[in-house]
């Protein structure tokens, strides 16, 4: 009866046809309002609950309930907006034939009163166009919602709805962006300042038009006061407040790469994923992130600066450089860091994840281990000497005579010592001993694909991504169980309903096989191929990693709780600068990189633990490791060995 009522009062504003028409309209087009869905931004959140980034199509809204809104910015609104706002049903009738005789008079639009229900109609279901015909819409429309919608629920869409400038829709995105606080914690004059955008959001925006956002929001607190909803305390101390103001990018996306991949795997698993306001959790620590990228341009710009030193200095080579890093753990397969290039806004493709490159070297600790678990030892004896491999390619009789890096061969020599010293002509001996069938067997139970089937495979010659590697080493890194390295945790929709994420766990050796092939890769770092990796104060171990003509330069390491894959080359896959390898150029960055960690995680563990069942003598003046199934050599050439040796 209300609505009729009030419809009646406004006739005289169009003719009865217009009326009817619009009507009509009405039930179908204020459903949008009635039925409030707007899009949401959905977030990202590292482990630690902190924000990674904003993620959203075209508004970046965060909503808030209206039990959840503080009074005084429901008094705020009122007070400069719309002081009727719960005496009137929609439409202020003396306010709108008080404007209409100033239109009349200037000949077309030039004053409004609109009240909060028309201005939330206006800015939700109409043009922005100065038409008698939209004017008069706007006003069927707020009459409608007003009898669908409670005082409530509309300052609740309106406060949510509304744009407050620097791309916030919504208040509390408005708050947070603007002040870094929630609703709850906003001053006076914050308050003062949000109310007062949506007048003219581009004018009044605080973070280029700081006096004038301020003016605005004294008004705001000037006519509350003479309202007499705030004292004369609080009006002078919101006069004299001048808060600050943040500048914000709207994603603030700490971790493009992460973000991208995180979108990636969940593409096609969530509706509306960019619009749907879901909380993605995830397994990123955001400080070994930016560490690791960090880290990660250290290494760039050392690699840089050896080039200028260079007679063959080549700028235009060296800008072509980039790499990634992959930080886990190799317990739950949490990935702590996932870095994708050295700068995101230069190229957005992500080596962590897409890269394919060949691991040179640093496969070797997967072959030892293989070897380890059909019963080789540190202690084992291997045969570094030069072959002369006959074989076909296209019809065509070739020779393939393959040499350490060295360029040199030792003859006799333990295999921790063919891995310490990244040892070629030995590594391939002991594929060859083992037999190649056998070794590609068992590296099928790795989970790595397309194996070539010849010798080149004890050099690396596969094709894998950093990540993908991570997930090979922690077989060893983890005691013998392979996980899976896993990035999101967790998606909650606005609802409250979250879905887990949990990885896959394979047992594919014993924690004693495992721990010998630690013990070994601890040399690597100590004394080997990977000295550059050292850190005081925390056991490390690793392998480095370096293709034909520096295409490719890795070190694939870990400490007690922590896993790193360090990768740099060309994107186009021809040699880097000259001189540029694993020891050289990665390295450094993992050392870099657990530098940080302890210096931000003090509590992180140091020492590896020795598993149960594993024993060691001395063989040889070497420290070894022996179990059941990687038992030790003959006693006369032990030192040292006791009866705990007898299996």
Not at 632 to 644: I, K
Request: with cysteine.
């Amino acid at each position: 009866m209300r609505f009729f009522l009030i419809l009646a009062a406004v006739l005289g504003l169009s003719g009865t046809a217009s009326l009817a028409y619009y009507y009509n309209q009405v039930k179908y087009e204020v459903n949008t309002l009635i039925n409030y869905n707007p899009t949401l931004t959905t977030e990202i959140f590292d482990r630690n609950g902190d924000k990674i980034a904003n993620i959203f199509d075209k508004e970046h809204r965060y909503y808030v309930n209206f039990a959840h809104i503080p009074p005084q910015v429901i008094e705020a609104l009122i007070a400069i907006e719309d002081t009727m706002f719960f005496e009137h049903s929609g439409v202020n009738v003396d306010a709108i034939f008080r404007a209409v005789i100033k239109d009349i008079k200037a000949g077309g639009l030039v004053e409004g009163a609109s009240t909060i229900t028309q201005q939330l109609v206006k800015n939700t279901l109409l043009t922005r166009e100065k038409k008698f015909s939209r004017k008069f819409k706007e006003l069927l429309f707020a009459l409608k919602i007003e009898t669908e919608l409670t005082k409530e629920e509309i300052l609740e869409r309106y406060l949510n709805q509304i744009y407050y400038g620097h791309g916030y829709y919504g208040i509390k995105t408005a708050a947070l962006g603007y002040f870094h606080k929630d609703l709850d914690r906003l001053s006076l004059k914050e308050i003062a300042v949000l109310v007062g955008l949506p007048k003219a959001p581009s004018y009044y925006m605080p973070t280029r038009h700081y006096e004038q956002a301020m003016g605005r929001a004294n008004r705001v607190v000037s006519r509350m006061y003479q309202l007499g909803w705030i004292d004369e305390k609080a009006y002078v101390s919101a006069l004299e407040e001048k808060p600050e103001v943040f500048d914000d990018t709207l994603t603030r996306n700490r971790a493009p790469y992460v973000v991208d991949e995180v979108m990636r795997q969940l593409n096609g698993t969530f509706d509306n994923l960019r619009g749907g306001g879901y909380k993605i959790m995830t397994s990123i620590d955001i400080r070994m992130q930016e560490a690791g990228r960090e880290a990660l341009q250290k290494g760039y710009e050392l690699g840089l600066e050896r080039m200028r030193l260079s007679e063959d200095f080549n700028q235009t080579l060296m800008e072509k450089m980039n790499g990634a890093l992959v930080a886990m753990e190799p317990q739950s397969g949490d990935i702590l860091a996932l870095v994708g290039g050295l700068d995101y806004t230069q190229s957005q493709y992500n080596r962590a994840t897409q890269a394919k490159r060949q691991p040179g070297s640093a496969f070797k600790p997967l072959i030892y281990q293989v070897a380890v678990d059909l019963g080789y030892s540190g202690a084992s004896q291997l045969v570094d000497i030069a072959r002369t491999y006959d074989y076909e390619l296209d019809g065509e009789e070739k020779k393939w005579r393959p040499k350490n890096y060295e360029k040199d061969y030792k003859g006799f020599i333990t295999l921790r010592e063919a891995l310490i010293y990244s040892r070629n002509l030995a590594t391939i001996n002991l594929v060859t001993d083992i037999g190649l069938t056998t070794m590609r067997r068992e590296l099928y139970r790795f989970g790595i694909q397309d194996l070539p089937a010849d010798l080149s495979l004890a050099l690396g010659s596969i094709s894998v991504s950093p990540l993908d590697f991570s997930r090979y080493y922690t077989t060893i890194s983890n005691y013998g169980t392979q996980v899976e390295p896993i990035l999101i945790h967790s998606v909650q929709n606005t609802f409250g309903q979250e879905m887990r994420y949990k990885n896959k766990k394979e047992v594919l050796t014993s924690p004693e096989q495992a721990y010998i092939m630690i013990d070994i890769l601890k040399d690597v770092v100590t004394k080997g191929t990977g000295r550059r990796a050292r850190v005081p104060g925390i056991e490390l171990a690793g392998k480095t990693g370096t293709t034909n003509n520096g295409v490719d330069a890795w070190f694939c390491g870990f400490s007690p709780e922590i896993q790193t894959i360090v990768w740099y080359g060309n994107d186009d896959n021809t040699p880097m600068f000259k001189g540029e390898q694993g020891g050289r150029t990665a390295a450094p960055v993992f050392a870099a990189f657990y530098k940080d960690i302890l210096r931000t995680h003090p509590e992180t563990k140091r020492k590896f633990d020795e598993p149960e069942g594993i024993v060691s003598t001395i063989v040889n003046g070497q420290k070894e490791y022996f179990t059941p199934i990687s038992k030790p050599p003959q006693v006369q050439n032990t030192q040292g060995a006791n009866e705990e040796l007898l299996f």
